[in-house]
């Protein structure tokens, strides 16, 4: 079997494509977010006032109000328009051997990160529309070295139903009579 162009070092001998898709590429911000943006608001609200009241005392004090702003303008952006940025960039393969998430961002350019998927792979299906299939996790660094676990996965996928099938089909040898993707797998 010829492998596909573009795959010629990254599938395996035998390795065999399933699916390919993306994410869904509609803006969507979910509700956690909105939190941050009040915060950046406040944040950029707060520093514009204190360079207004800097900058009627003379001199140049008030730019070091600047660095704070634009951490708070920021916020807000990134916060309206970061995910659906990450989802424009992310691309998904399942072979019958992985799953792999491709993406490629602006400041970390291009990765490709794969996951087996075989008997032992737990799986979760978050019904939509759109769907959502996790299939691992993976332990993040955040703020003081604290640690914490973020799932893996295909998100938001417009057929989630039908690569779940073939999820299942792959983790059990054949496809789920039942039809039903409800569960973890």
């Given amino acids: 079997m010829s492998v ?3 795959w010629e070092g990254i599938l395996d001998d035998g390795e065999e494509i399933l699916w390919q ?3 869904d590429q509609d803006f969507h911000m979910g509700l956690g977010k909105v939190f941050t943006v009040i915060f ?3 944040f950029a609200g707060f520093a514009l006032f204190w360079m207004v009241m800097a900058s009627s005392a003379g001199g140049m004090f008030w730019m070091f109000g ?3 702003f634009s951490v708070g303008v920021g916020m807000i ?3 309206i328009y970061g995910s659906t940025y990450s989802r424009r960039n ?3 393969t399942l072979t019958d051997r992985r799953a792999i998430v491709a993406t490629n961002f602006l400041t970390k350019g291009k990765s490709l990160k794969s996951y087996p998927i075989n008997a ?3 799986v979760e299906f978050r019904a939509g529309p759109p769907d959502t299939i996790i299939f691992a996790h993976e332990e993040r660094r955040g703020n003081k070295g604290r640690r914490y676990t973020v799932p893996v996965g295909f998100e938001r996928l417009p057929d989630g139903h039908e690569v779940m099938r ?3 089909k792959r983790i059990h040898g054949v496809s789920d009579p039942s039809g039903d993707t409800g569960e973890s797998a």
Avoid: M, Q
Wanted: charged share 10%; glycine share 16%; no cysteine.
């Fill in 4 to 6: 596909p162009a573009g």
């Fill in 21 to 23: 898709g993306r994410p």
């Fill in 66 to 68: 600047l660095i704070h």
């Fill in 77 to 79: 952006f990134w916060s």
């Fill in 40 to 42: 950046g608001v406040v």
């Fill in 166 to 168: 073939l999820i299942r």
């Fill in 90 to 92: 992310t691309w998904y």
């Fill in 120 to 122: 032992g792979t737990t």
